[in-house]
């Protein structure tokens, strides 16, 4: 059972705005894993993935938690995440996580939310150059 870094497919470095991104070929295949934080707790269960408009590449993931009426789906970064057959390490601790921005399960993300997003996280977000949105998902 052997871990798979997820990282630029190019160079494994970041290589935009201090971001590591990364290519998958499977990447919907990771959707219903368990998410956890680097010490091994759950935090919940990865319903979707977002993609950086100007690259494509991955970039946040939707983790649903909460009980069967009140649950929501929050936003984590992708960004020096482990994917083993089991789960997905996120580089974020489950405390942090719990606080970070919502939607509903059934929800959609407006681009005006999409700013505190990034700064929950202390990661710089910019536009496109026309203001186009940078968050989309398949």
């Known amino acids: ?3 798979t870094r ?7 470095e970041s290589w ?8 998958a070929e499977n990447v919907q295949d990771w959707v219903g894993l368990s998410v956890v934080d680097p010490g091994e707790n759950k935090i919940g269960t990865l319903e979707t993935i977002y993609f950086d408009t100007a690259s494509d590449l991955p970039v946040f993931g939707t983790v649903r938690v909460g009980i069967l009426s009140g649950q929501k789906l929050l936003f984590v970064p992708l960004t020096g995440a482990l994917v083993s057959p089991k789960h ?6 489950k405390k942090q996580v719990s606080k ?4 509903a399960v059934d929800g959609e993300l407006d681009a005006a939310s999409e700013p505190a997003i990034y700064a929950h996280y202390e ?3 910019e536009t496109g ?4 949105r ?3 998902r398949r």
């Open 1 to 3: 059972m052997s871990d």
């Open 6 to 12: 997820l990282r630029n497919s190019a160079s494994g």
């Open 16 to 23: 935009r705005d201090g971001i590591t991104m990364f290519e």
């Open 88 to 93: 997905i390490k996120v580089a974020y601790e």
């Open 100 to 103: 970070a921005p919502s939607i």
């Open 123 to 125: 990661l710089p977000y």
């Open 129 to 132: 150059s026309g203001g186009e």
């Open 134 to 136: 940078r968050l989309g």
